[in-house]
């Protein structure tokens, strides 16, 4: 199973951006999926997990309200809605799948001016 992050960039304070998590070898389905962050300096934080299934959504409290986890079987691809972001938000997002195993995908950068 491979994981690609896209859709980073910069962007002001108040603006949003769309993560997509392009999943290949297996269906996302199958997997919880998740979203995490690393700001530098910092522990890689939870931002945003998906269940397999039937695809409850659950949030970090930092981003609760502002962010929006989806899926798209048809296209086996996890986005993360981005909105009202903050310089805070400035990190490497990364998309994650479990069944068991995790996996990775790379990072994609996200820079919040001020």
């Known amino acids: 199973v491979q994981l690609q992050a896209s859709g980073g960039g910069l962007v002001q304070a108040g603006g949003s951006l769309r993560l997509s998590c392009a999943v290949s070898?297996?269906?996302?389905?199958?997997?919880?999926m998740a979203w995490f962050r690393q700001a530098p300096g910092k522990e890689r934080e939870f931002v945003s997990f998906?269940?397999?299934?039937?695809?409850?959504?659950y949030y970090g409290d930092s981003v609760k309200g502002r962010f929006t986890i989806s899926r798209d079987v048809a296209k086996n691809t996890v986005y993360l809605q981005m909105n009202s972001l903050k310089s805070e938000d400035t990190a490497v997002y990364y998309c994650r799948g479990s069944r068991g195993k995790i996996y990775w995908g790379k990072g994609t950068q996200v820079t919040v001016s001020s």
């Open positions: 998906i269940r397999l299934g039937e695809g409850r959504t």
């Open positions: 070898g297996d269906t996302i389905s199958r997997y919880g």
